[in-house]
């Protein structure tokens, strides 16, 4: 069992509806939790970052912790044209220099 | 404010030639990282660097060096390059544990 797991896609949406974007991990020790986005031909820039478990929001996106699961999750709402890009979940260990990435999720909005 | 910058952004090589990429971060930041991404396999660790003077392998070293030369710089080099190490090279750079590493745009690194 890989130690996260995300659906590649491509996901393709019409404009406005709501994104659901999820990873799943084989790791209870996980701590941190990020979502990057990587627009072609551009590195992975930070989106959201949160600790333990639940919710975390900023504008139109929403970050999901559930530690009893295993399972995180990343909701975009009013989707637009220019959220098409890959999406990363990556996750680290408590005071652990590492990082592990899943392998994205290639997103598409229609407009 | 340049944040992570990555020199050279393209690059063609043949087979068993030598190529140093470059990075430099302007946050002051004490980690610094080189991933490499190819289609289907996602960010992969190649080595990092928790501070200056430092270095320990990641995922994927077999066949790359590292030298982080300062606080700012930390390279990577290729000895006798291979048509595996065809790929798109990452660096990222992180001010403390626990907190977000913020990436540069990338070389992307074809062997012929």
């Known amino acids: 069992q890989k130690e996260v797991e995300q659906d590649p896609g491509p996901l393709s949406v019409p404009e406005g509806a709501i994104v659901s974007l999820n990873c799943t991990y084989s790791?209870?020790?996980?701590?941190?939790f990020m979502w990057y986005r990587q627009y072609s031909r551009k590195g992975p820039e930070l989106l959201m970052y949160t600790y333990s478990s639940g919710n975390k929001e900023d504008g139109r996106f929403t970050a999901q912790v559930d530690k009893s699961s295993k399972y995180i999750s990343l909701f975009i709402r009013d989707s637009q044209p220019s959220d098409s890009a890959t999406y990363l979940c990556?996750?680290?260990?408590?005071?652990?220099?590492?990082?592990?990435f899943g392998k994205g999720t290639r997103l598409h909005i229609l407009p | 404010n340049a944040g992570v910058t990555q020199t050279p952004k393209f690059q063609v090589l043949k087979t068993g030639q030598s190529m140093t990429l470059q990075c430099a971060q302007d946050m002051n930041h004490n980690s610094m990282y080189w991933y490499r991404q190819d289609p289907g396999m996602g960010l992969r660790l190649i080595y990092y660097?928790?501070?200056?003077?430092?270095?320990d392998k990641g995922e994927v070293p077999n066949g790359y060096n590292v030298s982080r030369l300062n606080k700012r710089e930390f390279s990577l080099r290729l000895e006798s390059a291979a048509p595996s190490q065809t790929s798109v090279y990452f660096c990222?750079?992180?001010?403390?544990?626990?907190?977000?590493?913020?990436f540069g745009d990338g070389t992307r690194l074809s062997i012929l």
């Open positions: 790791n209870s020790a996980f701590q941190y």
């Open positions: 990556a996750m680290s260990l408590n005071r652990d220099d590492k990082i592990i």
């Open positions: 990222a750079s992180r001010g403390h544990l626990n907190q977000p590493q913020h």
């Open positions: 660097s928790a501070s200056e003077g430092t270095t």
